[in-house]
């Protein structure tokens, strides 16, 4: 019992890992607009807009300054757009309970987020705005969100558009390896072709047993911590769902591909490869130990010359280098980072605005995706979070982190793209690295092929949060040696028995429709 509720918090905080890692949205760093003009809001649209309206929006908050009610962007938006702008701001990892309590008052905000199962209950009650007629009265958001786009259909009926939605990153995270952690053990970083998951184990376990900080102490740096999805992804698991001879399968029904991958997990665990307190490790405490100079090889977004910075300032004799790498190559060939599945949560107006508030929250929308409106959102406001200087570059005021300027554009809403940490101020280099990295990134999708198709699952809905918890406290158990490697095959059998086969059905009705 205990280890389960281990694996609960474990579970948890990994999804509140990845709903506030940095670089999950943005615009197109190959287009960045750096001509920015926002030192004044221009009058033209307000003039359009004659009379002010209140607009509420609610949004989620996980770090960084939250905005007080006269932020400056809210002053420049309330100008431009002659609104009344309000923001409910949520805690992130308590924005679907409060947002119930909030439903439940019948004083939903004008514009919200929501996903998966809300979304599809909600918008058969009338919740929402069907924008399909009305995106094409807005041509920048129309270019930017058209209808047969995947992530736009995703969820929504044939006809009809509920919510707008994140086009971003299809692939983000990839394995990242301390080179300079390499260069002091004399050890070549590994080619794509060379990065075997062989030659991963060697180079974790060199971390992992020898000095690679140079402090003197052999054994006291960790080679690698939790399951990195690139690890399973070798040994052929699927990212979720898989589709196997015409059929969606979950990876719960993976035996045998599990028995390799739990051999592999066991022999790490076993000689202090596998980080031996990597079941007690929370999201926060992994970054911590990136940061401290501590782990060698982990999982990590697009913001990787940004952790540098962070590792260096915490040991400032250190020049630390953290090469991203392709996934390592399983025994049978398989390799790849787990793909996104877009369109899952979408931004929706609340179907109780008239007609001259949606067209006046739809104006904002159309604006927020061009060049101007996503350098507002992200760069914040010229001469007041940043500014150029006497060469005539851009550069951050005292006002860009205290002010926290891209909170809404990352946290509710962003025109399509992966340029979440490009900035009117970042450098040729800058783009160049997050360009080569994405190009990195998105040659190796690993992609859940049933993605979208669970909220069409009772019984999902209803048993896979717990099935899954029982299922990964049967993995852990393996690896930390309580259960032989031959248990999975029990735990699969569970997972059938308690629900499993029950989803697999629906999800390949909800698949065939």
């Not at 184990?201 to 102490?217: H, L, R, S």
């Not at 589709?243 to 990876?251: A, T, V, Y």
């Not at 198709?453 to 896979?464: I, P």
């Not at 299922?471 to 852990?476: G, I, K, S, T, Y």
Request: negative net charge; aromatic residues 10%.
């Amino acid at each position: 019992m205990k280890l389960l509720k281990v694996v609960t918090l474990l579970l948890l905080s990994l999804s509140l890992v990845v709903g506030c890692s940095a670089g999950n949205s943005g615009g197109n760093a190959t287009t960045e607009n750096t001509s920015t003009n926002t030192e004044a809001a221009p009058t033209e649209q307000a003039a359009k807009n004659e009379k002010k309206i209140p607009i509420t929006i609610a949004v989620k908050y996980w770090n960084g300054a939250k905005w007080a009610e006269d932020h400056p962007t809210i002053q420049y938006l309330n100008k431009k757009f002659n609104i009344d702008l309000k923001l409910q701001i949520i805690n992130g990892g308590e924005y679907g309970e409060k947002f119930k309590v909030i439903a439940a008052s019948g004083d939903l905000p004008d514009v919200y987020s929501i996903g998966g199962s809300d979304f599809l209950n909600w918008q058969s009650e009338g919740a929402f705005v069907d924008l399909m007629p009305l995106l094409p009265n807005y041509p920048n958001l129309n270019k930017a969100y058209p209808a047969d786009h995947e992530a736009v259909k995703m969820l929504n009926p044939s006809d009809k558009i509920f919510g707008l939605t994140n086009i971003s990153w299809i692939v983000r995270d990839t394995v990242q390896i301390r080179q300079d952690w390499l260069d002091n053990l004399g050890i070549t970083l590994p080619t794509a072709d060379e990065f075997t998951i062989d030659k991963f184990y060697e180079i974790a376990k060199a971390f992992a047993t020898q000095d690679p900080d140079k402090n003197g102490v052999n054994g006291d740096t960790i080679g690698f911590t939790g399951s990195l999805p690139q690890i399973r992804n070798a040994f052929g698991i699927a990212n979720e769902w898989m589709e196997k001879d015409g059929k969606l399968i979950p990876r719960q029904t993976q035996v045998e591909e599990y028995k390799a991958y739990l051999a592999f997990m066991k022999k790490a665990y076993d000689e202090g490869v596998l980080d031996r307190d990597f079941v007690l490790r929370k999201g926060n405490e992994v970054e911590d130990m990136m940061k401290g100079n501590k782990l060698g090889v982990f999982n990590y977004h697009n913001g990787y010359h940004l952790l540098q910075g962070d590792i260096k300032k915490n040991n400032p004799n250190l020049n630390p280098v953290v090469a991203p790498m392709a996934p390592p190559i399983g025994p049978k060939g398989d390799r790849g980072n787990n793909a996104y599945v877009n369109g899952l949560d979408k931004v929706v107006i609340n179907a109780k605005a008239d007609a001259e508030k949606i067209d006046r929250i739809l104006q904002i929308f159309d604006w927020w995706v061009t060049d101007e409106g996503t350098s507002v959102m992200k760069n914040g406001i010229e001469g007041i979070h940043y500014k150029k200087n006497a060469e005539g570059k851009y550069e951050v005021t005292d006002k860009w982190e205290s002010g926290f300027p891209r909170f809404l554009n990352s946290s509710l809403f962003t025109r399509p793209g992966t340029d979440f940490i490009i900035f009117a101020w970042s450098t040729e280099e800058d783009i160049q690295r997050h360009n080569a990295y994405t190009e990195l990134a998105k040659q190796y999708p690993w992609t859940n092929d049933a993605g979208g198709l669970e909220f069409y699952s009772n019984t999902y809905k209803d048993k896979w949060a717990n099935l899954n918890t029982k299922f990964e406290e049967a993995v852990l158990q393996i690896i930390v040696g309580k259960q032989p490697i031959e248990y999975i095959e029990q735990a699969s059998k569970d997972w059938m028995a308690n629900g499993g086969e029950q989803i697999i059905k629906e999800i390949n009705e909800a698949a065939n429709k």
